[in-house]
């Protein structure tokens, strides 16, 4: 398995509160993605980056934001968590030019 | 409509059984094509690339038709433990971004 951890793995938090999700990578991978899943809806990238302190937005980046400062960690943040941002969060990273991607085990988000 | 679509499901499939279905895709410049497989909680698993050619992988067949945009994924002798939601992801640029369906749920029953 592709060495991907995520942190926390389990959070629950209130609404209006600043989260930061952490992304953490051993395979010196380019890419690194955000993604949150919802049933009924296919994983959703919010954020992905190509390189340290490159990043763009993706289909679902309102009310979140990335940072990139080294090629291991990837930084997800909800500066101000709503409900609507239960989910379930899911980090993946790809090698240059190969479009295949392999998943961290997920973190679960609980706003209330 | 949707970049990439699946059926829910649940397909609920005997033991020993062959199972196929279909992830319709409707960019037609879509380059790459994957299967993922996805336990109940757990992160999706890459089970398969799709090339035009066609591919198998042991139980797991896996084919595009470009002309009807479409992959399939067919499993024969199935077992208990293939039960799991199956993904399909495509890429349309360059950028090799996925986009994903969102999945086929698959029960395998003894």
């Known amino acids: 398995d592709a060495g991907i951890t995520q942190s926390p793995r389990h959070k629950v938090t209130e609404t209006g509160t600043p989260v930061t999700l952490r992304c953490h990578q051993t395979?010196?991978?380019?890419?690194m993605y955000w993604y949150r899943q919802d049933p009924g809806h296919g994983l959703r990238l919010i954020h992905y980056?190509?390189?340290?302190?490159?990043?763009d937005k993706g289909e679902v980046s309102d009310g979140y934001s990335v940072s990139r400062s080294k090629t291991e960690d990837f930084l997800l943040t909800l500066e101000s968590a709503t409900s609507s941002q239960t989910s379930v969060y899911f980090c993946?990273?790809?090698?240059?030019?190969?479009?295949?991607?392999?998943f961290g085990p997920g973190t679960r988000l609980t706003v209330t | 409509r949707k970049e990439v679509e699946q059926d829910p499901g649940p397909f609920n499939v005997p033991e020993g059984a062959t199972v196929a279905f279909n992830c319709t895709y409707s960019?037609?410049?879509?380059?790459?094509f994957f299967w993922y497989r996805q336990d109940c909680r757990k992160e999706p698993k890459l089970l398969m690339s799709?090339?035009?050619?066609?591919n198998e992988d042991g139980r797991f067949t896996a084919q595009l038709n470009r002309a009807s945009q479409y992959i399939s994924l067919l499993i024969r002798d199935s077992k208990l433990s293939d039960s799991a939601t199956y993904l399909c992801?495509?890429?349309?640029?360059?950028?090799?971004?996925?986009?994903w369906g969102a999945g086929t749920k698959l029960i395998i029953k003894p």
């Open positions: 993946a990273i790809s090698e240059s030019n190969v479009p295949e991607q392999y």
């Open positions: 980056s190509y390189g340290v302190k490159d990043t």
């Open positions: 992801a495509v890429t349309v640029d360059s950028n090799y971004q996925l986009i």
């Open positions: 799709v090339y035009s050619s066609g």
């Open positions: 960019n037609s410049a879509s380059q790459s």
């Open positions: 395979e010196n991978h380019r890419y």
